[in-house]
T-cell receptor, first 111, second 113 residues
């Protein structure tokens, strides 16, 4: 089975940096994804890690430690439009790229 | 390029009624998926397909059926709707390349009364 944990809610200030953590326990790990979901909209792909280390994409970075079952998403220079839910998802070895999602972290950016 | 299109966007059903949700993708993706999203539960996989003519069960398949007669379409059916199936349903697709994530449709908000 899969067990994915992330904080339910976070608040941060515009212009600041925020780190959203995700821990997971799974058999057959084959990659970790982060998605952004604005209220009432579909999730959109942010990042993907399959090897340990940091992946950077503009203001967003994602880190993975497979031995610790841990990932984080780092958002820099926060903007009001970054207020959204951030979903951590683990891909299983078997199946068709099947992803198992955490419950999401709702981030609120305040002025 | 439309990506993944879901219809309808909203629907209200009475308990016991049936309906079909349609998902269409124009990206020639091999894999397609149906998820449901409920408050506090996250996205849960209902059924998925690895290609035309194939389907498989996900985490929460009970009460749902699917078909993938054409590569671009993935249908989700509810034969006898129950209030527990009130949810937001998302369809997604992905290519064979495992470095890419899913492309999601805009969702269907279904209420069963």
């Amino acid at each position: 089975g899969q067990n994915i944990d992330q904080p339910t809610e976070m608040t941060a200030t515009e212009g600041a940096i925020v780190q959203i953590n995700c821990t997971y326990q799974t058999s057959g790990f084959n990659g970790l994804f982060w998605y952004q979901q604005h209220a009432g909209e579909a999730p959109t792909f942010l990042s993907y890690n399959v090897l340990d280390g940091l992946e950077e994409k503009g203001r967003f970075s994602s880190f993975l430690s497979r031995s610790k079952g841990y990932s984080y998403l780092l958002l820099k220079e926060l903007q009001m439009k970054d207020s959204a839910s951030y979903l951590c998802a683990v891909r299983h070895q078997t199946g068709a790229n099947n992803l198992f999602f955490g419950t999401g972290t709702r981030l609120t950016v305040i002025p | 390029n439309a990506g993944v299109t879901q219809t309808p966007k909203f629907r209200v059903l009475k308990t016991g009624q049936s309906m079909t949700l349609l998902c269409a993708q124009d990206m020639n993706h091999e894999y397609m998926y149906w998820y449901r999203q409920d408050p506090g539960m996250g996205l849960r996989l209902i059924h998925y397909s690895v290609g035309e003519g194939t389907t498989a069960k996900g985490e929460v398949p009970d009460g749902y059926n699917v078909s993938r007669l054409k590569k671009q379409n993935f249908l989700l059916g509810l034969e006898s709707a129950a209030p527990s199936q009130t949810s937001v349903y998302f369809c997604a697709s992905s290519p064979l390349d495992r470095d890419y994530g899913y492309t999601f449709g805009s969702g269907t908000r279904l209420t069963v009364v």
